[in-house]
């Protein structure tokens, strides 16, 4: 009933020959480094693209919720749990900016989360593995959201008005979120052999994870050159997870923890780390629903959706109520 669909083939980008007259014109804005707002022309499959990738966004960050949410009641200490509280909370405050801009391209919230638990729109394939202890809330906010600030930074240059915007104030989050993750690991890392076990133990499992989020690799990427000539997205899947690797190594090093990669080693030539690609076939099948828990997740939401029914239902009445009484005062 989840699985979700996955396409493959790289998709073809239109020649200028090929564009019609509107097309060469909204190419030329978007190479010009124009914004595109809600309200301008803009070709279907743009529209589509958009609500694609802003709508998968926001169901990520919606259903991302669900693995560190499992933690709250759990966190160590006081201050632990409210800096997790309050991070689970930014999480549910991004999904809300996201939807709202995917919104503006003429869809609505209800029928974006519809097609989520029709298993007709994705969300981040990360969200279906386990949190199995504490040390995995410090490796998803060190990995996970290192991977997703290193994803949406370029995508506060996105072209698309709205969703530049909304990426501007959720990297800002995403950082601090980075920080407290990093935080927890430094504490586990510097602890006990048995904390520092299990700090090593949730780097080996959400290494790979970590590096799928950036979606599969370039040559089996089916939107990206239509989606980069849009400028929707600015750099290539393999470009993101290569500077990310560059990047979290030597956060590992200071660690004192090993990335699980035998093939790992700094080639000066490209000026980056060689590294072993995840296993495409692990990614492909989490995204066909049969991850560890791709089944749990969407429960939880279809249940949380149906148990809410009752509070949209009272806030539509209330809503009405009020515009009534407005009239009548009026009147
Ligand atoms: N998971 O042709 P491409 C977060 C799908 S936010 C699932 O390369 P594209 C915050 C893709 O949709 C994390 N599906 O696709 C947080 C397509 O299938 P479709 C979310 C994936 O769009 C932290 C097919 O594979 N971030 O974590 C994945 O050009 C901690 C072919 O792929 C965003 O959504 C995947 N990993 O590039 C919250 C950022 N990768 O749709 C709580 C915005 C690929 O044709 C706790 N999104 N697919 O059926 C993007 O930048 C892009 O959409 C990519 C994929 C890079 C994810």
Redesign the pocket.
């Known amino acids: 009933m989840y699985a ?4 493959t083939g790289v998709s073809a980008v239109k020649t200028r020959e090929e564009m019609s007259e509107q097309e060469r014109a909204f190419q030329a804005r978007i190479d010009a480094g124009e914004k595109i707002e809600p309200k301008d022309w803009m070709p279907d499959e743009y529209r589509k ?1 958009l609500i ?3 709508g ?2 926001a169901h ?2 919606v259903v ?2 669900l ?2 949410g499992n933690w709250i009641t759990r966190a160590p200490t006081l201050e632990r749990k409210a800096i997790l509280l309050a ?1 689970v909370q930014d ?1 549910a405050g ?1 999904g809300l900016y996201l939807y709202c801009a995917a919104e503006t391209l003429g869809i609505s919230r209800d029928e974006m989360i519809e097609m989520l638990h029709a298993g007709k ?7 279906n593995y386990p949190t199995l202890n504490w040390a995995d809330i410090g490796a ?2 060190w990995l ?2 290192g ?2 600030i290193m ?2 930074v370029p ?1 506060q240059r996105t072209s698309y008005g709205p969703y530049s915007r909304a990426m501007i104030r959720i990297c800002k989050e ?1 950082s601090f ?1 980075q920080r407290q993750g990093y935080d927890i690991m430094m504490k586990m890392a510097a602890g006990s052999p048995e904390q520092k076990a299990m700090a090593q133990d949730a780097l080996n499992r959400f290494w790979y994870p970590s590096l ?5 690799s370039d040559k ?5 050159a239509q ?1 980069m000539a849009w400028k929707i ?1 600015i750099n290539t ?1 393999d470009e ?1 997870r290569q500077k990310f690797v560059d990047q979290t190594v030597p956060q590992a090093e200071y660690l004192g923890l090993k990335v699980p990669d035998e093939a790992l080693r700094w080639n000066e030539d490209k000026g980056g780390y060689d590294f072993s690609e995840p296993d495409w076939n692990e ?1 492909f099948e ?2 066909r629903g049969n991850g560890p828990c791709n089944r749990d997740r969407m429960r939880a939401r279809v249940k949380a959706w149906e148990d809410g029914a009752w509070f949209r239902e009272g806030l539509l009445a209330h809503g009405e109520k009020r515009a009534a009484r407005r009239l009548k005062t009026a009147a």
């Open positions: 979700q669909m996955v396409k693209t694609r990738q802003i998968q966004h990520s960050e991302g919720q693995p560190e991070k999480e991004h729109m994705k969300y981040s394939s990360i969200f998803i906010g996970v959201d991977a997703a994803n949406q995508l995403e979120h799928m989020m950036f979606g599969p089996e990427s089916v939107h990206s989606s997205k899947n993101l990614f989490v995204l």
